[in-house]
């Protein structure tokens, strides 16, 4: 019988090409465990007494992200956050449920809020509004934006030390080259781990399966046997141009060559150490509508600024935004609420 190339023992039902090793489940999901926490350690992502909070959207990312993250962190320093984008078909409330069942069995809080629950509208909402005015912005632009906005006023309210996403390593090496190829300098200065963030008033981004393959993840689920929606989002074909021709040549060069990927990322992560470590947060200017941090010479922030375009001027989050303007929206609560998408 074949057996393991680690263990010598078991039945091996992964083989991992970048290593050339045939894996059984334990000695797989050992080596993700033991991969994860290398990252996280070699750059101080998160210190022992740190409250995180995370984002379980309930993809297969995200299952793995928290199934590693409750075995090397204390589960009662863990808030996991499902936010219901408000997608036909996809992430209904009837899922986002199981995904909540599935959680508290980790012995972790969670939180169920919508995108609509903060912007006052479905994702759906915003992007056919989007495409009857012929904005030219991807849904996954709108989503994305959302998500991690969602995401980091929680943390503030919860006095969260860090965010944890579930970012892969295909996904932040797309990321990587899109910035690369439009010399977005600082951009790629932010995806480093040691870099801080832009403003006092976004809580720290960590990103522990940024060297953990797609596949990998997939598998890990799969294994795993957690629940996994059926259907894809509707607007996954969708996403900018750029990225998804990135992403076509991407997997073209790690099929060739299996392990481009991770040495991409291990060469970057060199390169940019040291000007990511002095990347310093700044006093930005606050966006005039919604109080949240903005570049300089902005008036408005990239949500509400994204949001304008699609007919949208005033958000549900602006009403957080009070006091003439004066206070930050960390001082407001916004509803924990059982959002609906
Ligand atoms: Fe959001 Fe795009 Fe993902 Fe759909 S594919 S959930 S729009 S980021
Ligand atoms: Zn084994
Ligand atoms: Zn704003």
Known sequence: MTVCD???RRKPVVYQKHTGLKLCKECFYQDIHRRVKAEIDRWGM???????????????????????????????????????????GYNRREYAERVKAKAKEYGIDHIMTSIKEYTGHTLAEIVDESIR???????????????RRILNLYARMYGADKTATAHNLDDESQAAFVN???????????????SSPASPLIVPRVKPLRKIYEWETATYAYLGGFPLQETECAYINMMPTLRARVRRALYRLEERRPGTL????????????????SLKPQQLPSCERCGEPTSHGRRLCKL??????????????????????????????????????
């Open 6 to 8: 680690v263990c010598k």
């Open 46 to 88: 998160i210190k022992p007494g740190d409250t995180i909070l995370l984002g379980l959207s309930g993809g297969k990312d995200s299952w793995v992200l928290l199934d590693t993250l409750v075995r090397l962190h204390d589960p009662s320093k863990i808030i996991a956050v499902t936010i219901i984008e408000g997608i036909p």
């Open 133 to 147: 005015r012929r904005v030219g912005v991807s849904p996954c632009t709108y989503c994305g934006i959302s998500r």
């Open 180 to 194: 690369l190829l439009r010399g977005d300098w600082e951009g790629l200065l932010r995806q480093h781990p040691l």
């Open 262 to 277: 991770l040495t991409f990322m291990e060469t970057l992560d060199r390169i940019l150490a040291e000007d990511a470590r």
């Open 304 to 341: 509400c600024e994204l949001l304008e375009k699609a007919g949208i001027e005033k958000p549900r989050y602006t009403e957080l935004y009070q006091h003439g303007g004066r206070e930050p929206l960390k001082l407001h609560r916004l509803r924990v609420s059982e959002g609906g998408g």
